[in-house]
Structure formats: C-alpha cells, structure tokens
C-alpha cells in the first residue's frame, strides 16, 4: 500500500497537501485525520459509502472547509502554499459537482453555462463577455462534441447533458484537474457511456482528474490510483489493482462482494 505521500516530486509541490486534517461541523466529524497528496495532473478516484465524507473531502480541498484544529502535524496546503485565494483555485481546479446542476433552474442555453464559468455564476446577468470568451467556450463545447446545445435551455436536456456542459464550465480556465463529485448520479445507460467517454478523452488530454464516487464502474482506465473512505478516515491510497479487491470493496461497503475486471474496468458483483 502507498500512502499517498511518498513519491510527491520536490521540484514541483502537489496539488494538494493534507496531513492529520480533521473538520468538525455541527458537532460531527466530517473528517478525521485525513492525510492525502494529488499530484498535478494525476488521475485519482476516491471511493466510499454514502456518508464516508468524500464530499466533505472535496469541500476541504475548494476551501470551504478548514480544519477544526489546525496546529503543529497539520498541513493544509494547495500547491505548496498554505494560504492561497479563490482566484489561484479555480485556475488550477475545475469543479462539477451535482449540487451545482441543480442550481441551474433557468432557461440558461448551454453556451451561457459554459461561459458562466469565467464568472462563477449560475448563468449571465451583466457580465461582460469577450470575444476570446466567446471563442473559448466554442472550442470547449466542440471538444466535449456538445455544440449541438448550444443554444439549448438548460431546462430543456437532459441529465447527461447537462453535466457534460457543466464539464464544460469548469475547464474555461483550463485548469490543471478536474474534481468530479458523484458525476453519474441519476445517468442511464446511454448517457453513462457518453460521458465515460468524455471523460477519458480528458484525461487523455493530460488534465488530472479527482473522482468522487461510490460506483466502481465509474473508475475510468486511465484512473491509476483509488483512494478508499469511510467514516470521515482514509481507509486505503494505492495502485488501482491493489485497491479494489474483493477484500477491500467488501470491507469498505461491509457486502461480501466478488470484485471483476472487464476491459479495465471494475464492477462488484455476487452482493
Ligand atoms: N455541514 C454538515 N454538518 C453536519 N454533518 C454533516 C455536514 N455535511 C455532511 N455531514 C455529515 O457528514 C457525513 C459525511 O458526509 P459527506 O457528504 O461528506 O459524505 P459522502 O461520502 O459524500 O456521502 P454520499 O456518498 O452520500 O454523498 C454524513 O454523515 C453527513 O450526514
């Protein structure tokens, strides 16, 4: 097993940096003890139950959560800095989570949420668009093959694609990774292919991706490392293949579980 620190190149210093970082919210610990390292660019899934604190995980590393006890043995630290603005964040992570769908409840067309990207909001009111926004967000919507909604209401598409153009929000800046929380929530067999797709043609691009999941199949190829949680803890960081077998995923869901692989992905069974 790695743990997750060992091999962090010194001349570039991770993305992120934790050790010992606990989040306490309304008398409840979120987090407990987390020590995790991503590296730039690396391809990492952490896995969970429901209620494992992989969310909380993601709202700690886009600071919304600080640790509760911050002090000697804990490190908080976004790209070797133990201070960093929003700014510096979102020009190094792009985030998609599920809550974030749900906040696009206007007739929004899709291009308008790709470019709302550039402001961090849900839509456009006054903001000021420029021609290399508008040229940007074209490429991305060409990229991601969803240029046919451009000009489709949010309202008015799907699930599936409406995730793909929330994908598309986030990489307006061109960050460095890509943090995905529970993605294929709610998708259906057709629109989980598509965005499986998509996905790993990011992650052929070279932009890391942090996926938060609790479905093994969502585990792109290209994902090398897992990160399994539970209880607010890190149970286990490693080599994908090291990581899910039948004993962990079995352990970390409490179901006797047979672990297979099928042309690089993994599902669990027999449960
Ligand atoms: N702000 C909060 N205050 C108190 N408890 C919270 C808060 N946010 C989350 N929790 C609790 O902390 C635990 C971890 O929640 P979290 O959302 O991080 O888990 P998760 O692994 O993302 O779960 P899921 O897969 O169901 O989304 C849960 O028991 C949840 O009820």
Known sequence: MVDGTADAQPSSPPLVEFRNVSVVRGGRKLLDS??????????????????????????AITREYYPSSPGPGVVFRFRGQDRWDAFDLRSHIGLVSGDLQHTFTRGISGREVVLSGFFSSVGLF?????????????????????????????????????RRLLIGRALVHDPGTLVLDEPTNSLDLAALHIFRKTLRKIARSGTGIVLVTHSLPDIIPEISRVVLMRDGAVRMDGPKTDVLTNEAIGGLFCVPVRVVEEDGYFYATGY
């Open 34 to 59: 987390v020590s995790l390292t991503v590296r730039e660019g690396e391809q990492i899934a952490i896995l969970g139950p429901n209620g494992a604190g992989k969310s909380s995980l993601i709202r």
């Open 126 to 162: 006054s903001h000021k668009v420029t021609p290399d926004m508008e040229r940007k967000a074209d490429e991305i919507l060409e990229f991601l093959e969803v240029a046919h909604l451009a000009d489709r209401p949010m309202t008015e598409i799907s699930s599936g694609e409406g």
